[in-house]
């Protein structure tokens, strides 16, 4: 079994350009999250769905943000006309249905951004 | 609002101490998951524990053993007889059961635990 996958690892682009993330979770997990995390700083929270739906959105998730789920497996995070303080490392999670009550929730290695 | 203080930035100990790592957690919910991950040089976050606020039976793994103490919001977690591959940044993270449990996580900003030999 594998665990939470991201692509692609690094990302470099300019200011302005648009760029686009996936995160591909454990197989057998419906819920999906994505964070951010800055040099020195813990993660933040993002955006959460539930299968394909987009339940929860973060304050942090300007409009230049969009992310989506479309057959509730894989998710993509889209950041349009990015901005050098868009440069972050972005995490995505994976955690079980809420039957199986246990809540955790597992991190893929993250695609690295930086916006020059 | 919720909130995770880890006021520890970085802990340096020499191998085979034992070293505790403080968090400190703010809710208004009377239900809420406790977490702590660990972040490996590699950057991947690994799951250490999770506790549910109605539990404060204290836990042990191995070297690893956590404190959960609501009145005083604390949930700490301490290393015995620390060893090298020990060395990485530790998150105390919360969660508020409003979404079941479901909710994004609420992290500090992590105390970077260095081992020296």
């Known amino acids: 079994d594998t665990g939470v996958s991201q692509n692609p690892r690094h990302k470099i682009t300019k200011r302005g350009q648009n760029v686009t993330f996936r995160c591909d979770p454990i197989s057998e997990h419906n819920r999906l999250y994505w964070y951010r995390q800055t040099l020195g700083q813990g993660p933040e929270f993002l955006t959460y769905?539930?299968?394909?739906?987009?339940?929860?959105k973060s304050r942090l998730l300007s409009d230049r943000f969009s992310a989506e789920r479309p057959k509730g497996s894989f998710s993509t995070l889209e950041i349009q006309r990015t901005e050098q303080g868009d440069s972050a490392m972005y995490l995505c999670?994976?955690?079980?249905?809420?039957?199986?009550?246990?809540?955790?929730?597992?991190f893929g290695p993250g695609t690295r951004l930086t916006v020059t | 609002a919720q909130k995770v203080t880890q006021a520890q930035t970085e802990i340096s100990v020499v191998e085979k101490e034992d070293v505790t790592l403080d968090c400190v957690y703010e809710?208004?919910?009377?239900?809420?998951?406790l977490f702590w991950y660990k972040q490996p040089p590699s950057g991947e976050l690994v799951f250490l524990i999770r506790r549910n606020s109605f539990d404060e039976q204290n836990e042990i793994s191995g070297r690893y053993s956590w404190n959960f103490q609501k009145s005083t919001s604390s949930f700490n977690f301490t290393i015995t007889a620390s060893q090298v591959v020990d060395s990485a940044v530790y998150f105390c993270?919360?969660?508020?059961?409003?979404?079941?449990?479901?909710?994004?996580?609420?992290f500090g900003k992590g105390t970077h635990l260095i081992i020296q030999p």
């Open positions: 999670a994976s955690s079980p249905p809420p039957l199986a009550a246990t809540y955790e929730q597992y």
């Open positions: 993270a919360l969660s508020e059961a409003g979404g079941g449990g479901a909710d994004g996580l609420t």
């Open positions: 809710t208004r919910d009377t239900t809420y998951y």
């Open positions: 769905f539930q299968n394909e739906a987009q339940l929860e």
